[in-house]
């Protein structure tokens, strides 16, 4: 009798609820669930989230053949050059822009752009030198608001 009372007391210790180990293993599997959902959520948002690139204004110029190359860098005094300008949007969303042209001093250009974003301006652009020497044919291009220069190119024209 004494074996089947050790028999019948192990299973009942087995079989009995034990409250503290229940207890905690229903937080251990509650905070594995969580866990698993929470990397779930973080794997679905990057999943459907597009990854946005860099934000950024292209702006060039452009010799008279569409081609950064065979710019007018020497001209007659009272001779025509003329480049290609260029502006495009990769701000994510539209942007406003002014566009001044300075030759030697003098604002040849002054002229407010609006872009959506992916949109593109371009522009040829004729200028005239009067005074003999080296000058720097410079153009300036301001994001709305700024009073400082977003983008800045130049080219140097001597004119004889």
Avoid: C
């Avoid at 009995?16 to 948002?45: E, F, H, S, T, W």
């Avoid at 949007?89 to 040849?108: P, T």
């Avoid at 030198?129 to 080219?155: A, H, I, M, W």
Wanted: aromatic content about 10%.
């Amino acid at each position: 009798m004494t074996v089947l009372n050790r028999g019948r007391t192990r299973e009942s210790r087995k079989t009995q609820p034990n409250p503290g180990m229940k207890r905690a293993d229903a937080v251990i599997i509650i905070i594995l669930l969580l866990l698993a959902a929470g990397a779930a959520a973080a794997i679905i948002y990057v999943i459907v989230t597009p990854k946005q690139g860099e934000r950024f204004t292209e702006f060039y110029i452009l010799g008279p053949g569409g081609v950064a190359d065979d710019y007018p860098t020497s001209l007659e005094t009272g001779g025509k050059g003329s480049v290609i300008i260029g502006v495009v949007n990769h701000e994510h969303g539209a942007a406003s822009y002014r566009l001044e042209a300075d030759y030697g001093g003098l604002v040849l250009k002054d002229e407010n752009i609006t872009l959506r974003d992916g949109g593109n301006y371009t522009e040829n652009f004729s200028f005239t030198p009067v005074v003999n020497g080296t000058s720097k044919l410079e153009f300036q291009l301001y994001k709305e608001g700024s009073n400082e220069p977003y983008r800045e190119l130049y080219l140097w024209v001597t004119a004889t």
